[in-house]
């Protein structure tokens, strides 16, 4: 499954596009009032042009999307992404139909950004030699975001 999720309108809201690689099934969408706050396809070319219609429409990919990769073992899922100074994670078993929906989720936060995005690529780089393969690859850009101070508390050796 591939995820995308945009901000934007007005009132600004949050917007997800899914894709699941099923050529002969359908799509549906999720409406708040007009606004479509999720929308499901189930081809690539569709997909894309979803995104692209999304971008036209002056919505922005948030973070957390762009950070977002999926990765797969033979028997395993395993999700990550990058929000700020706080990483997720989702890992769970592959079965037919598998919905992003399943499995454990964690998140754990950092106390500064360059320590969640160490992390983050420290993430990645351990499943990696574990054996996972992207499953939908993308070129990932890690934005910069301003400096915030450490968060108050013991400082504790690592």
Known sequence: MLLRE?????PPHICKLA??????????????GERVVFRSVTKRADFEQ???EKMEDGFVETERSLTRRVFVSTDQFWIVW????TIGTQVGGLRVKWKESVGQTRVKEFRTRDRAV???????ADKLADGYREEH???????DTPKTPPKPGKKKAR
Not at 19 to 32: C, Y
Not at 137 to 143: E, Q
């Open 50 to 52: 979803a995104v692209a």
């Open 118 to 124: 160490s992390a983050y690529h420290q993430a990645i």
């Open 19 to 32: 894709f699941t690689d099923e050529p002969a099934g359908f799509g549906h969408r999720v409406k708040d």
């Open 137 to 143: 690859t993308r070129v990932v850009t890690i934005l």
């Open 6 to 10: 945009f901000i934007g309108g007005d």
């Open 82 to 85: 990058l929000d700020g100074d």
